[in-house]
Nanobody, 115 residues
Framework: QVQLVESGGGLVQPGGSLRLSCAAS????????MNWYRQAPGKERELVASMPTGGSTNYADSVKGRFTISRNNAENTVYLQMDSLKPEDTAMYYC?????????WGQGTQVTVSS
């Protein structure tokens, strides 16, 4: 059974850090492009960070220099390190795996940045 399970979200103060994890099962992430998206209430889902299979990374302008995507193929897990968090980073964060016609989503993990 193919599954993506996000974890690591929570409540953090502005300026703080969180590390999100996305554990995959039922397939191997090594051959998939892995992405992190987020969706705030009343807004469309947006791409935050992406990592194709070649190892390069891409980030939304709003998170460049603060967020870092990484993958551990041996653990079949993708991470999103989020530093210098801002209230506008508050959203549900989702992991996505893409390869050709294959497209998998996790259930999301909530991140709330508030004092």
């Amino acid at each position: 059974q193919v599954q993506l399970v996000e974890s690591g979200g929570g409540l953090v103060q502005p300026g703080g850090s969180l590390r999100l994890s996305c554990a995959a099962s039922g397939f191997t992430i090594r051959t998939y492009a892995m992405n992190w998206y987020r969706q705030a209430p009343g807004k469309e889902r947006e791409l935050v960070a992406s990592m194709p299979t070649g190892g390069s990374t891409n980030y939304a302008d709003s998170v460049k220099g603060r967020f870092t995507i990484s993958r551990n193929n041996a653990e079949n897990t993708v991470y999103l390190q989020m530093d210098s968090l801002k209230p506008e980073d508050t959203a549900m964060y989702y992991c996505r795996a893409q390869r050709s016609i294959f497209n998998y989503w996790g259930q999301g993990t909530q991140v709330t940045v508030s004092s």
